[in-house]
């Protein structure tokens, strides 16, 4: 079992639409989450760090369940430049990337 | 924030050949990681650089493929030595903003032939 999985992917939606990212983790010692965003052929960035309490950033929002060891992301009203990839990112002393979950928001 | 200066950005390199990959920090970091992403995949760390001692590597990789310096606190490089197809792949070297926010370099491209 890998330590952190994401859905397949990819996810290819329209403009406005909703999309929801889902990610389970295997370390229930993990101590933080983060979900980041990677353009094509650029460098992973921070989108947001994920809390049990969840939290929000303007139209994205990220819930952890640390009973389930389940993180989310859910973007709402999506634009053409969310189109990229999305890592799910586990700290348990080290930084374990998901494999990632690819987005392309359609006109 | 950190900002990492990473280069090359690409390379095409002969098999059998090393090439050294370098990273430039605006400011001293304890640690710095390297990364490997390969094509379609997600990024699996290397090892990490300390300065003033040797580096710590994960399970499957070994100092003699990936030789890693640390001179000081803004500065490491990567070799990937002995180069074969299987090593064509995305490079990239990351620092930790006090154990939350990881940093990335703009990562090396390496294609070997």
């Known amino acids: 079992r890998k330590e952190v999985e994401q859905d397949p992917g990819p996810f290819n939606v329209p403009e406005g639409a909703t999309v929801a990212f889902n990610c389970t983790y295997s370390n229930s010692a993990s101590q933080s989450f983060f979900w980041y965003r990677q353009d094509c052929r650029k460098e992973p960035k921070l989108l947001m760090s994920v809390y049990s309490s969840g939290n929000e950033d303007g139209r994205f929002t990220a819930q952890l369940n640390r009973a389930s060891q389940y993180i989310s992301l859910l973007i709402r009203d999506s634009k053409l430049s969310d189109s990229a990839t999305y890592l799910c990112v586990v700290r348990g002393g080290k930084l374990i990337f998901g494999q990632g979950t690819e987005l392309s928001v359609k006109p | ?113």
Request: glycine share 8%; net charge negative; charged share 15%.
């Open chain 2, 1 to 113: 924030s950190a900002v990492i200066s990473q280069k090359p950005s690409r390379d095409i390199c002969q098999r059998g050949t090393s090439l050294t990959i370098q990273c430039q920090v605006d400011s001293q970091v304890t640690m710095m990681f390297w990364y490997r992403q390969q094509p379609g995949q997600s990024l699996t760390l290397i090892a990490t650089a300390n300065q003033g001692s040797e580096a710590t590597y994960e399970s499957g990789f070994v100092i003699d493929k990936f030789p890693i310096s640390r001179p000081n606190l803004t500065f490491s490089t990567l070799t990937v030595s002995n180069m074969s197809p299987e090593d064509s792949s995305i490079y990239l070297c990351s620092v930790d903003s006090g154990g939350t926010e990881a940093f990335f370099g703009q990562g090396t491209r390496l294609t070997v032939v």
